[in-house]
């Protein structure tokens, strides 16, 4: 089925609340390559019906309703197309539409060569409702066409149709019959051409002047036996056809229903019709073209045969006149030779006219000769009245008739002669490509020029090669689109790489070929880090594990910066620098470093060192200040940091004590009136290059159980009083812990076994721990 359902169904779904998310999750189960809505593509009827079965599963809607809503929405797709002026010239009026849509589908077959047309007959009822016989090789379409005719008629005619479906195909209906309610202006109005203006056609047309003008028509009496064929049908019959049973020569492919009954076709008069001829009675195009080679030569011959005896009589009579007393008796063959040559001429049966005679005996007409001249034996009635094959087996059967190149289809009208009692067909070749026009041995010459055969044939062309072209332009922009969205693939991958290198304003403008320049912050945090004991590590583990190490703690701790909205600068070695406030200004710029210099020495724990399995610590370093910021270079550029902001916070990283985070007086004064925080004095250190600087341990959140982030025993010298207290209260309340939870377990042990506990030599090295830490504070 070609892509024009696909685009109905499409743009249905589109117009439900959720219709995009719909159509992502039919698209991805559907799995087709290249567009699914191609209007020119033939899908095979199982991706149609999946996608039918896929969106009804996803609406909610039976695959009926999914049919039918999309057959309602149908005629927009074959508007947006360009097909509307062709639609509208199929008649005045939607029952003129109907009768006429058989013949649109067969032009349409060369653009869309593998469609399997459907059949629409239109009925008026006495009600002045209508009944439309819907005959179709694929079951199940019914809805579809229902929906589509109901579209046809409002946006063709604005006209609302009732539309029922009073007859289902199934095993005892060979097809679907829709019951319509309309206005009657959907009907024609019935009029027609007055007596006086009938009266002004006098002209009688003679046999030879039929033949001319209906070189393809055919006559039958009222037994269907043949009693007139045109020039161009008798030449290509095998044998002389007339008195034989219609069926013998034609197949009718349309009507579907109609027989060879005399009254059938009579009451058809005002259809078209379709007939296709039997190849077993007709002769081949390569039959026909020798049988016309071999005319022609005998035509020759026969003119240069005329053109001898003419030569020699002439001669005769000129040696009689002039000289009679010279003829030599004593050689008489001169004579005899001449004479046998002008009587074996005349006993040469004139090929010309015998040829004459073959052709006037295919001008019989029912317009002027006696039809009781006709001797011809009686046959048998074989109307196809008789067949009991349903009229989908005819359809198919009919179907496959049609598409045979070498089968010649004749198009036209039948017309009743009452006072012959005859029916005459009138019509022509039905061609669309010059296939058929080579296969069937039909020359333009063979097409008269009133039935505009020629122009049909051009325009069938034409609409193939249209097509063509179409399919070659939509697969050329299917695939411009797929290139389209790997380059913005391509394109959004570029630039996410940019911006993890750089700040999104910096890439941007590099990207569009610009150096933005350095701009200068006021308010900036700056965070500097690096692993405790990393040179030992770098030196003694193969690098490869040390690359995976530093590998696995910056992805923890790049996840950490973008979760506190901080931006990370560079790496260099085991460093690891990160700001707040630059690129992006924010006043919370020292709470956001704040939080994130915790997280991530906390996190750096549950990273093993490569060297020993022990968890790793880091030192970090934080200050707050102003600093200039900007590109630096044009082969792979850096966004630099420049002022003593980043000077000091360096500085309080390598002179920080492990596993610590270490900042300034200015970064406290930065930090809001109603943090969480919890801080206490180191003291003061001397700083290279800046002299003697107040330093401040953060410890973490006041409201987190976590432990502190404390020095170890280690520099203990180097704590302030209130530090070391602070260190002191935190292990007096850890051995407590220890103590209790080892009660806890002696308690269950004994209440186990029935005897009253005692505490191990562990528990009392536990309790002589505390008091001694007691003693202390």
Not at 444 to 463: F, K, N, T, W
Not at 655 to 678: A, E, K, M, S, W
Request: aromatic letters at 6%.
């Amino acid at each position: 089925m070609y892509g024009f359902m696909h685009q109905a169904l499409i743009h249905w779904l589109k117009q439900l609340p959720d219709g995009k998310d719909v159509l992502e999750s039919i698209f991805t189960d559907l799995d087709i390559q290249g567009p699914l809505d191609d209007f020119f593509r033939h899908y095979s009827d199982a991706q149609t019906m999946l996608f039918l079965d896929l969106a009804s599963k996803a609406t909610g809607h039976k695959v009926e309703e999914c049919m039918f809503e999309a057959g309602k929405v149908s005629m927009g797709t074959f508007v947006r197309n360009g097909y509307e002026p062709v639609l509208r010239t199929l008649g005045k009026d939607f029952f003129t539409m109907l009768t006429n849509l058989d013949s649109l589908h067969d032009n349409f077959l060369s653009a869309f060569p593998e469609m399997k047309v459907p059949l629409l007959q239109p009925e008026r009822n006495p009600d002045d409702s209508m009944s439309i016989h819907y005959y179709s090789q694929r079951r199940g379409l019914a809805p579809f066409m229902m929906g589509a005719l109901k579209s046809a008629a409002k946006m063709l005619y604005d006209l609302d149709i009732d539309i029922h479906h009073r007859l289902k195909r199934d095993k005892d209906h060979d097809h679907d019959v829709f019951h319509v309610f309309m206005d009657p202006s959907g009907f024609p109005d019935g009029l027609s051409a007055s007596t006086d203006d009938e009266k002004m056609a006098t002209a009688q047309l003679d046999a030879t002047m039929t033949n001319r003008l209906f070189p393809w028509h055919f006559a039958v009496d009222k037994d269907m036996r043949i009693i007139s064929l045109g020039k161009h049908l008798a030449s290509r019959m095998k044998k002389d056809c007339v008195g034989m049973h219609a069926d013998k020569l034609f197949r009718i492919a349309r009507p579907i229903d109609a027989t060879w009954d005399f009254e059938d076709m009579r009451a058809r008069c005002d259809k078209p019709f379709l007939f296709v001829t039997n190849p077993k009675r007709m002769l081949s195009a390569e039959e026909y073209s020798a049988m016309l080679t071999e005319r022609h030569q005998q035509r020759q011959l026969h003119l240069l045969k005329q053109t001898n005896r003419a030569h020699l009589e002439e001669a005769e009579t000129a040696k009689e006149v002039q000289l009679p007393s010279m003829v030599d008796v004593s050689k008489p063959h001169v004579r005899l030779v001449v004479n046998e040559a002008a009587e074996e001429d005349r006993n040469e049966p004139d090929a010309d006219a015998q040829s004459q005679t073959d052709e006037e005996r295919s001008l019989v007409c029912p317009m002027s000769r006696r039809f009781d001249a006709l001797s011809a034996p009686s046959l048998a009635n074989t109307s196809g009245s008789t067949s009991r094959r349903s009229s989908l087996d005819a359809l198919e059967q009919n179907s496959r008739y049609i598409r045979k190149p070498t089968h010649i289809k004749l198009h036209g009208e039948i017309v009743y002669d009452e006072a012959k009692q005859v029916l005459l067909f009138v019509g022509n070749p039905l061609v669309q490509s010059l296939e058929e026009l080579n296969k069937q041995g039909i020359d333009l010459a063979d097409m008269p020029i009133h039935c505009h055969g020629r122009e049909v044939l051009y325009s069938a062309m034409c609409q193939a090669v249209s097509a063509s072209n179409s399919n070659q332009v939509e697969a050329k922009l299917a695939d411009l689109d797929r290139s389209m969205i790997e380059v913005q693939e391509k394109k959004e991958q570029i630039d996410a790489l940019l911006s993890s290198i750089l700040p999104e304003n910096v890439a941007n403008a590099l990207a569009s070929g610009q150096v933005p320049p350095a701009e200068t912050y006021e308010n900036v945090t700056v965070l500097f880090s690096d692993i405790v004991g990393f040179t030992s590590i770098s030196s003694e583990v193969p690098s490869l594990e040390v690359m995976d190490m530093l590998h696995e703690l910056f992805l923890k701790f790049d996840d950490l910066a973008d979760k506190h909205g901080c931006y990370k600068v560079e790496t260099i070695g085991d460093a690891y620098m990160v700001t707040a406030g630059c690129p992006e200004e924010c006043e919370d710029h020292a709470l956001r470093i704040a939080h994130l210099a915790i997280d991530m020495a906390r996190v750096a724990q549950t990273v093993t060192s490569p060297l020993d399995g022990e968890p790793i610590r880091i030192r970090v370093g934080l200050h707050s200040g102003p600093l200039m910021a900007g590109v630096v270079g044009r082969a792979r550029p850096r966004y630099c940091l420049f002022g003593d902001t980043v000077n000091v916070a360096s500085r309080m990283e390598s002179n920080g004590l492990p596993g610590c985070i270490q900042v300034t007086y200015r970064f406290l004064r930065c930090l809001p009136h109603d943090h969480d925080l919890r801080i206490a004095p180191r003291g003061r250190l001397e700083i290279k290059g800046k002299g003697t600087i107040k330093t401040f341990l953060l410890l973490g959140r006041s409201a987190s159980e976590a432990p502190p982030l404390l020095p170890e025993d280690e520099g203990t010298d180097e704590l302030s009083e209130e530090l070391r207290m602070i260190r002191a209260h935190h292990q007096m309340r850890q051995a407590l812990q220890a103590r209790e939870h080892l009660k806890s377990l002696a308690k269950d042990e004994h209440a186990s076994r029935g005897r009253t506990p005692r505490y191990s030599h562990f528990s009392r090295s536990a309790f002589s721990t505390s008091n001694a830490l007691n003693d202390y504070v």
